[in-house]
């Protein structure tokens, strides 16, 4: 199937969001009527998008490229860290936290517990990002022992460390709990350390997925080539 097609099966919480499939302002039409050209014989390009036009939410380098040569590209850039959020109340943020997580090119996205969630709000993203499922945190810790991994819960309790304070490690996964009951006594206890998000308000803590988006972009701010921004 062509990445311009939409797959309407499932249910509407697995439909993409409005922004990939609406007339995005910053999109382009048909090659032809954009550059005047032939399209380019380039493997990376879709035919599709090259005759009908890009509307996608993507950044301009990826225009008109196949949903196969952007997550290869993407591939050879991801940064080592990880994240994981549980899931055993069906929450919504999982779709925010892909989002973001795409956004700074994480490593994957795990999901533990319930293996359904809301790809609404992701607005597609999940087509290029790693997503992988664990039914517990039992097989969530095997695999970030077999990675090499450092587990960093991030909840806002007693004997957490302030996020401003720490160094984050390099290879590490940043384990996030759903909203409301924050990370489980299961999650923490595999977690070589809890940091907590500095607030000063008067909410005992932020959203899961906004908590997630300050958490990773540390890791960014610490961590990461900002050459190599788009």
Known sequence: MSESSLDAAGDESELPGPTEWGEHPHGVGPWEQEYGTPPPGDPH?????????DRRNVVDAYR???REAIVADIDRRRHPFHVAIENFGHDANIGTV???????????????????WNRRGAMVTDRYQHIEHHADIAELREFAARED??????????????????????????????EGPGVTDQAKQVSAMTVSIAQFGSTRSVNAGVAAGIAMHAWISQHADLARAW
């Open 45 to 53: 390009l879709d035919p599709e998008l090259l005759a009908h036009g």
């Open 64 to 66: 008109y490229w196949t």
């Open 98 to 116: 892909v989002r973001t997580a795409n956004a700074f090119a994480a490593a994957a996205v795990h999901i533990v517990g319930r293996r359904r």
């Open 149 to 178: 991994l450092v587990v960093v819960a991030v909840d806002n309790v007693p004997g957490s460390v302030p996020l401003e304070t720490v160094r984050l490690p390099r290879r590490c996964l940043l384990l996030f709990g759903q």
